[in-house]
């Protein structure tokens, strides 16, 4: 086993192992007591358990992985945010 399988196996399931640019429509949205806000979606990773994770950037630069189910897609014929994942929608109704 080389250097690079060693730190491999080693690695957490769900540690990134590529970065992904992520579209500029893509946004996490927040819900906090009666407020709603939307934050972009910096970049998207593709985990070691290959699964696809979101991530956003706070207001002085800090990236944190979003929850699947809170990221929308914005559309600009309806000026609405969607739900981006039909998985997370059917989670949700469940």
Same mark, same amino acid.
């Given at each position: 086993?080389?250097? =690079?399988?060693?730190?491999y +196996?080693?690695?957490?399931? %769900? ?5 992904i640019? $992520? ?21 998207m990773?593709?985990s =070691?358990?290959?699964?696809? +994770?979101?991530?956003?950037? %706070?207001d002085?630069?800090c990236?944190?992985? $979003? ?28």
């Amino acid at each position: 086993m080389n250097d =690079k399988e060693k730190i491999y +196996n080693q690695l957490h399931h %769900d540690a990134p192992i590529q970065n992904i640019p $992520a579209p500029e429509n893509l946004f996490v949205e927040y819900i906090e007591a009666d407020e709603v806000w939307y934050s972009p979606v910096v970049c998207m990773a593709l985990s =070691k358990a290959h699964n696809i +994770n979101f991530y956003d950037s %706070d207001d002085v630069g800090c990236i944190d992985k $979003a929850a699947t189910c809170s990221i929308k897609k914005f559309n600009p014929e309806t000026g609405e945010f969607e739900q981006f994942s039909k998985m997370a929608q059917k989670e949700i109704t469940q």
